[in-house]
């Protein structure tokens, strides 16, 4: 039972490149996350995505793009990568039956030079 | 907005010592979530919390929400090294909205 499961797990980019973060779940979860995690923030809503076909904007979206692609994958594109982006990235999903428990991948350690 | 504050944000303590990891949020929600994190790797679901007064125990971790107060407590009960981790609490409004985190307590237990 594979879960959440992301790549890449670790990825460097020079400023300007871009890349998508793929993420895909097996457990027929309805709504899928992307958060951001750098020292002393916590973790930090990107994008979200409460069903297939829609997309909402978290508390840090600027920088990057997401697309639902089906009920399982949701990928995270940054379009020109800048080194305030150096950051590791979790994708998770969620039932929402009965709550809002999310089930999070292995996560990608992105540096930005 | 929600905000979820956690206190304190460094912990060291004492093996066989008791402590208690404070959950603070800003608006009304009676669902709460504990996660663990080990250095390096993912965060990992300890306990979901879903009613005033509810209260959840695994092991030496005892987790309890107040809705009136909108305080959770992760206590720690006779520490040993295997917990240290940084802890996490997590919040959602109505609705089925996505969590917001706290900023995460990260402990360290030494002999």
């Known amino acids: 039972n594979a879960g959440v499961t992301q790549t890449p797990k670790f990825q460097v980019l020079k400023t300007g490149q871009s890349m998508t973060l793929q993420c895909a779940q097996d457990m027929n979860h309805n709504s899928m996350y992307w958060y951001r995690q750098d020292p002393g923030m916590g973790l930090r809503l990107i994008y979200y995505?409460?069903?297939?076909?829609?997309?909402d904007k978290g508390e840090v979206p600027n920088g990057y793009n997401v697309s639902r692609l089906n009920k399982r994958e949701f990928s995270l594109r940054l379009e020109s990568a800048a080194p305030s982006q150096t950051s590791v990235y979790f994708c998770a999903s969620s039932d929402d039956t009965l709550n809002t428990e999310a089930f999070f991948g292995q996560g990608t350690r992105l540096t930005v030079v | 907005e929600l905000k979820v504050e956690q206190n304190p944000l460094f912990l060291s303590m004492q093996e066989g010592k008791n402590y208690t990891i404070y959950c603070n949020y800003s608006?009304?929600?009676?669902?709460l979530y504990w996660y663990r994190q080990d250095p390096g790797k993912s965060l990992e679901s300890l306990f979901v919390?879903?009613?005033?007064?509810a209260v959840k125990q695994e092991g030496r971790l005892m987790a309890s929400l107040d809705t009136k107060a909108r305080l959770s407590t992760l206590h720690i009960t006779a520490a040993v090294h295997d917990l240290s981790a940084t802890y996490f609490c997590a919040v959602d409004m109505w609705g089925n909205t996505p969590l917001v985190f706290g900023k995460g307590t990260r402990l360290s237990v030494i002999a």
């Open positions: 995505s409460a069903s297939e076909g829609t997309t």
């Open positions: 608006t009304t929600s009676d669902r």
């Open positions: 919390l879903l009613s005033n007064g």
